[in-house]
């Protein structure tokens, strides 16, 4: 607040971006890439387990005191593995501001501490339980929890399949308290010709779903075929 007593416009609010154990650290990579570009700022957090998924995905080992160097490579590699694919400025990692999972004293960690919402990209099964039970056992669980009990928006991107009956009841109890559920379903329509292609599209309906403006994808238009349609191609009909 300023000492008018109004709202600071210049006030820091982030989006709290919490990555968790599942397959899928190139969704979180493209809506952390998605989020910068729209010049919002993110407040990231990493739990223990998905160190591992994004060490075994891409080769990145993330590192506590080393983040900015490994995130910067992280946000640079393409879906496809390929080293240096998108440019990452100083004025994006000077947008990030990153929290360890054990911290349970951080910032986000308390309903006063100003964000817009929480992006759990991908979300494992176990974070899903974990969430839905208020179970607070690391950081990115307690920032979840205090996300829905301040009843601000919640994009839970789970990645797992099949998902079984225990599951199927978390996300529910998920979508009652107000969550907003978005299974990492890739379509098709948009014409993908590349992995790349997939990965925005999921990345693109979690930014959809926080009200983040983008252009990841291509959207449905009500034409058929148009998404994979090119410029000056014939008609099939």
Known sequence: MSNTGQPDPGRRRPWVVGISGASGTPYAASVLRGLLAAGETVDLIVSRASRLTLLDETGIAFR???WRTDLRQWLALGADGKPGTFPVTEADLAAV????AGDLAAGPSSGSYPVKGMLIVPASTACVA???LGLSKDLLQRVASVTLKERRRLVVTVRETPLNGPTLKHLVALDEAGAVVLPASPAFYAGATHIQDLVDFVAGRVLDAAEVPHGLYRRWEGELRGGSKEEGAPDPS
């Open 64 to 66: 506590d005191a080393h």
């Open 97 to 100: 501001r990153y929290w360890p």
């Open 130 to 132: 974990g969430v839905a």
